[in-house]
């Protein structure tokens, strides 16, 4: 079974950055589509980007375009999100989370595999 694990987040100062990592194991992320989400207090759960099984990104959230970007590393297994000049509206909790091969629809309930998420604080 796939288990998803986040790491990298933390507390950094507006304008910074930060990358966030998530890491597969129990299968192999090379067909699956890996997408990052994230959840402020009180706010619901958004997309922010994805990343198919074959390479091609996908923007959820237009607020992040040209700040953060998201790549992948099938011998590490590994989904990255580089996310720079951070804006405190960026805090949140970010999830990362798979399911077969596309990105679109944006549809959460369709992502069968969930990390249990890494706090990211933005704040100076």
């Known amino acids: 079974q796939l288990r998803l694990v986040e790491s990298g987040g933390g507390l950094v100062q507006p304008g910074g950055s930060l990358r966030l990592s998530c890491t597969a194991s129990?299968?192999?992320?090379?067909?699956?589509?890996v997408g990052w989400f994230r959840q402020a207090p009180g706010k619901e759960r958004e997309g922010v980007l994805c990343i198919s099984g074959t390479g091609s990104s996908t923007i959820y959230l237009d607020s992040v375009e040209g700040r953060f970007t998201i790549s992948k590393d099938n011998d590490k297994n590994t989904v990255y999100l580089q996310m720079n000049e951070l804006e405190p509206e960026d805090s949140a909790v970010y999830y990362c989370?798979?399911?077969?091969?596309?990105?679109?629809?944006?549809?959460?309930?369709?992502?069968?595999?969930w990390g249990q998420g890494t706090q990211v604080t933005v704040s100076s």
């Open positions: 989370a798979s399911r077969p091969y596309r990105c679109d629809p944006l549809r959460l309930d369709t992502f069968g595999f």
């Open positions: 129990g299968a192999t992320l090379d067909y699956n589509a």
